[in-house]
């Protein structure tokens, strides 16, 4: 009995704790490389926030449009708090430790609300077709039902998809020495790579994952946009493609500033292997921090509702 126990616990060993680390390389100015992550964060939580107090205390906002930039900007903000927390726990004070657990947990949510995005901008994609394709029945098709319900299908898609890979990384043997991670969080790319048994199972699901979601996402927002290209160019005057073209640049750059580096953090993981270290803990900073960040900004710049409701409420805060 106590050999085959044995055989058992050594077959299924997970590490009490993975080792995670901010940039390699620069561990000596991590106090200076604090300065820019912090205030990305800041910008990232406030200006998301604002996105969602302007859009609750705005009437004339509250439009299809306006409550899909609401879900884009809450899944920005879970998606901020996903890697904050160890993220600066490095940077700040050196903190290099996260348990197994709580490592699957992190692992978890980051891409749940990775793919919970993707699908808010597929879902956001089809609101402009909408919108262009037949305006007068925008408001009869996209109901305060018809939404809330594409809201639940998108949680539920993400949930559906992802709740397995805890699991199936469960089942895994972890080798001891192994316990050093590639970035400052738990990525399921990273994570598999640490165990000591056969991950052909743990591969084949995450690629499935990434192909169903976010793969065909991306294949539906270009079939959008050809749709909406071919009834733009069917408008006789000029003035009325660009006004109509306009209404879809905020969204086109969210698109771009979103899937370009999943693209990029997808290509390095399977062809990257000689690149220096920094290169994928970088690319996946820019996949994770950059689009919380930067859609605020697109959105209040591009779209001036948004841009006055987003100072009404500053200014509201100021004289409270």
Known sequence: MLPSQSFINISLFWPPDFLIIGIPGM?????????????????????????????????????????FLSMLALTDVGLTLSTMPTTLAVLWFDHRLIGFNACLVQMFFLHFF???????????????????????????VLTNRVIIRIGLAIVARATVSLF???????RLSFCPGKILLSHSFCFHADVM?????????NIIYGLYVVLSTMGIDSLLI?????????????LASPRERTRALNTCVSHILAVLVFFIPVISVSMIHCFGRHLPPIVHTLVAYVYLVVPPV????????????????????LRDKRQD
């Open 27 to 67: 561990e000596a100015i991590h106090g200076w490389i604090s300065i820019p992550f912090s205030s990305m964060y800041t910008a990232a939580l406030t200006g998301n926030g604002l996105i969602l107090l302007a859009v609750r205390r705005t009437p004339s906002l509250h439009q299809p449009m306006y409550y």
């Open 164 to 170: 397995p890979l805890p699991f199936l990384l469960k």
């Open 222 to 234: 270009v079939l959008s946009y050809t749709l909406i290209l071919h009834t733009v160019m069917a």
């Open 114 to 140: 990775s793919v919970v995005e993707s699908s808010v901008l597929l879902a956001m994609s089809f609101d402009r077709f909408v919108a262009i394709s037949n305006p007068l029945r925008y408001a009869a």
């Open 294 to 313: 930067l859609n605020p900004i697109i959105y209040s710049v591009k779209s001036k509702p948004i841009r006055e409701a987003m100072l009404r409420v």
């Open 193 to 201: 790579k640490r165990a000591c048994a056969d991950i052909t199972v």
